[in-house]
């Protein structure tokens, strides 16, 4: 699948931008859909990223407002997130929404560079791969509403693996976690793998940027840890299909509040030692990929919300199950794995309860619901435990 030696391609450089213009015209439809939808339904978390900064430039207090009716969103991230979103407020509306889904497809493709670096030289199978990821769900919403998810995967991504990075390893994990909280994950990565001059680096460079507001914008940084960030209902309906964490789905139970949250706890506790541990064992054998793959759906299943956009780090996964594409059995597999976050499942799911059958519609509805939190767990199995057995048999 590598289609030949660089010194071929490198010949052939007319394959790059061919390769350009096949994703741009593959991903077209998908951009159009979302930047040509109903005004107050177009890129929404775009608009909270752009109206926080336009509070800072107005001195207006960040976390008291709420975008317009109907989404009535607040800004919910750390202070430093709506500093670097200063720019946003500087451009059009217009102007924001198209720089900001390149930006999302630009980040795709530094992610899948990374993670399909074994198999993508060949500039058309790069093409086919990022029209492929760009095409899952959770990157699908990422246009829809103009997240920021995939570009902190890139952050972690390149991070971790880049051979010869030209910035202090463990910086970008830093800028990441100080934007949006749960890139802190691989804080306890890079502690369990004892890469201790990266821990550092990323422990200074998350308390240099989460710092920095204090002294920038010391009212909005009070606000935000002291009162925003302990308010869960600021981040939307917990109970909503699209937050997928294990809280999430436990909340959709409806068991007594005390229950939901002491199942939750030991879940956490259970899955994080699976899933670091994992994650200890792939650094181990030289398997970065794995490991931040196994690390980023640490992020998805411990959080206490985590909505489908976050599974961003699907890609991730995918470009471990498919290492050096030589392996077809894993092929198949990754294949499964990307049709399953294609399809639209939780949602089949709310239809299932909907229709009120008899038994089906509660007990199989939920389950289908669920269905891509559940996967996420199921991912780490299927990396923790069955890849490595796999790479043992060949």
Known sequence: MTGGGAPSIRRRWWLWPLAAVLVVLAVWPLVETWLTNADDQRLVDLDVYRTGGQMLLEGRPVYDFFTPAPQLLPFTYPPVAALLAVPLAWMSWETAQWVWTAGVFA?????????FRQVNRNPLVFAFLMVACAYLMPIRDQVRFGQVDILLVALCLADCVAKRPWWPRGFLIGLATAVKLTPGVFLIYLLVTRQWKTFWMAAFSTAAFTLMPFAVIPRDAVDFWFRALLDPERLGANAATTNQSMR?????????????????????????????????????????????????????????????????????????????????VRLRVAAGVWLFYVVPIPWWGVAIKAAEIPVVSPVIGKIVQNAFGLGAIALVWLLGVWLPKRRQIL
Do not use: C, K, N, Q
């Not at 980040?107 to 993670?115: E, R, S």
């Not at 909340?251 to 007594?256: A, D, K, T, V, W």
């Open 248 to 328: 999430g789905m436990l909340i959709r139970l409806y068991l007594p509040e005390w229950l939901t949250s002491v199942l939750w706890l030991a879940l956490v506790a259970v899955v994080a030692w699976y899933g670091f541990r994992y994650a200890r064992h792939a650094f181990e054998r030289l398997d970065t990929m794995t490991a931040v793959a196994l690390t980023g759906l640490m992020a998805v299943l411990l959080s206490p919300v985590a909505w489908i956009h976050h599974l961003a780090w699907v890609v991730v996964v995918l470009g471990a199950l498919v290492g050096d594409g030589r392996d077809v």
């Open 107 to 115: 980040a795709l493709a530094v992610t899948v560079g990374f993670a």
